[in-house]
Nanobody, 128 residues
C-alpha cells in the first residue's frame, strides 16, 4: 500500500479558498486512482471528488460541483483539491484515499470502499 499524507487544511472565511494536497510516498502515484472524502463531527464519511490515474476521468459530489477541482501531477506524486467559494458546511476533516490499478485507467470510484489506502486527514474549518 502507498502512504498518503494530506496537507493544506486550515481556517478560512466563507467564500474563501483552500488548496489541499495529497502526497504519496513509498512508490509512484501514477497507477493509483485517488479520491477525496470528508467527515464532519458526528457524521459519516462522504465522497467529495475522485480522479482516475489517467487523469481523464473526474467525479464530484453534487454539493461541490462547480466549486472544487481535483487534479493530479504524477511526476510530483501529488493529487490536489482546489476548493473555492467555501461554505460553513464544507468544514470537515478531509481524507485522501488511493487504489492501485493495473489496467482500469478510468477508475474513479465515489465509494469509500473503492480505495484501500488512506491518509490521516487534514482539518478544514470555514467561518461564517
Amino acid at each position: 500500500q502507498v502512504q498518503l499524507v494530506e496537507s493544506g487544511g486550515g481556517l478560512v472565511q466563507a467564500g474563501g479558498s483552500l488548496r489541499l494536497s495529497c502526497a504519496a510516498s513509498g512508490r509512484t502515484f501514477s497507477n493509483y486512482a485517488v479520491g477525496w472524502f470528508r467527515q464532519a463531527p458526528g457524521k459519516e464519511r462522504k465522497f467529495v471528488a475522485a480522479i482516475s490515474w489517467s487523469g481523464l476521468v473526474t467525479n464530484y459530489a453534487d454539493s461541490v460541483k462547480g466549486r472544487f477541482t481535483i487534479s493530479r501531477d504524477n511526476a510530483k506524486n501529488t493529487v490536489d483539491l482546489q476548493m473555492n467559494s467555501l461554505k460553513p458546511e464544507d468544514a470537515a476533516v478531509y481524507y485522501c484515499a488511493a487504489r492501485f490499478l493495473l489496467a482500469d485507467i478510468n477508475y474513479a470510484s465515489t465509494r469509500a470502499g473503492g480505495y484501500d489506502s488512506w491518509g490521516q486527514g487534514t482539518q478544514v474549518t470555514v467561518s461564517s
